[in-house]
Nanobody, 122 residues
Framework: QVQFAESGGGLVQPGGCLRL?????????????IGWFRQAPGKAREAVAG????????YYGDSVKGRFTISRDNAKNTVYLQMNSLKPEDPAVYYC???????????????WGQGTQVTVSS
């Protein structure tokens, strides 16, 4: 059952920014953690960011630390991913999903939406 709808992707120049939105069909506080991952053609799925809804702790993949910020708006049932300083290696389809990081290192995702395409090109 799809629980999330991602949007906000598009074409941006290197160094530019985008803000992705993930609207949840349920209250975001119903979840322990919601996160973003990305999938580029021919590449492995890569964890991007996660936010724990009760503690408001944030987690980031190494390749996006310092550039991307995850946040949420409980009233709008929405989780955002602000992406700054976009690089040529960032293009992918970005998905949001329920997320777990049980050992602090390995990320697990479930119930993602249709994704939103991010393209970085000059």
């Amino acid at each position: 059952q799809v629980q999330f709808a991602e949007s906000g992707g598009g074409l941006v120049q290197p160094g530019g920014c985008l803000r992705l939105s993930c609207v949840s069909a349920r209250a975001v506080l119903d979840y322990y953690m919601i996160g973003w991952f990305r999938q580029a053609p021919g590449k492995a799925r890569e964890a991007v960011a996660g936010i724990s809804l009760a503690e408001n702790n944030r987690y980031y993949g190494d390749s996006v630390k310092g550039r991307f910020t995850i946040s949420r708006d409980n009233a709008k049932n929405t989780v955002y991913l602000q992406m700054n300083s976009l690089k040529p290696e960032d293009p992918a389809v970005y998905y949001c999903a329920t997320t777990m990081i049980p050992d602090g290192q390995n990320w697990f995702f479930n119930s993602w939406g249709q994704g939103t395409q991010v393209t970085v090109s000059s």
